[in-house]
């Protein structure tokens, strides 16, 4: 997903420096994959409900898709921490490419 970010915003992301960009970026990611866990996890128990899980209600097949949906959380939570190295290396472009625009402004 290739975001549009104003120059302002660029050189704010660039001075924060490399760290924080990859701080930011893995909460990003994490919360996405909370949000998609909780979110299957709901549709899943609503089904179950809707097809006849209310008559007799078995709290494990109500806890299960919960269940999943924090193992898919923490899976992306891992994931997100291998990606640092991308990551890293498109801030690197970058603020690289930034850098060489100011020297160019300033010359």
């Known amino acids: ?3 549009k ?3 302002s915003e660029l050189a704010s992301i660039c001075e924060a420096g490399v760290n924080t960009y990859i701080k930011e970026k893995n909460k990003e990611v ?3 994959r ?6 299957g996890a709901v549709f899943a128990t609503a089904l179950y409900l809707l097809f006849g899980g209310y008559k007799t209600l078995n709290y494990k097949m109500v ?10 959380a923490f899976v ?3 994931q997100a921490k291998t990606k640092d190295t ?3 290396i498109a801030f690197e472009q970058v603020c690289s490419n930034m850098r060489t625009e100011d020297d160019e402004d300033e010359s």
Do not use: Q
């Open 76 to 78: 992306g939570a891992k």
């Open 34 to 39: 909370i949000t998609e866990g909780m979110t």
């Open 30 to 32: 994490i919360s996405n």
């Open 63 to 72: 806890l299960a898709p919960f269940v999943a949906g924090a193992g898919y």
């Open 86 to 88: 991308d990551y890293r």
């Open 5 to 7: 970010v104003s120059d």
């Open 1 to 3: 997903m290739v975001e």
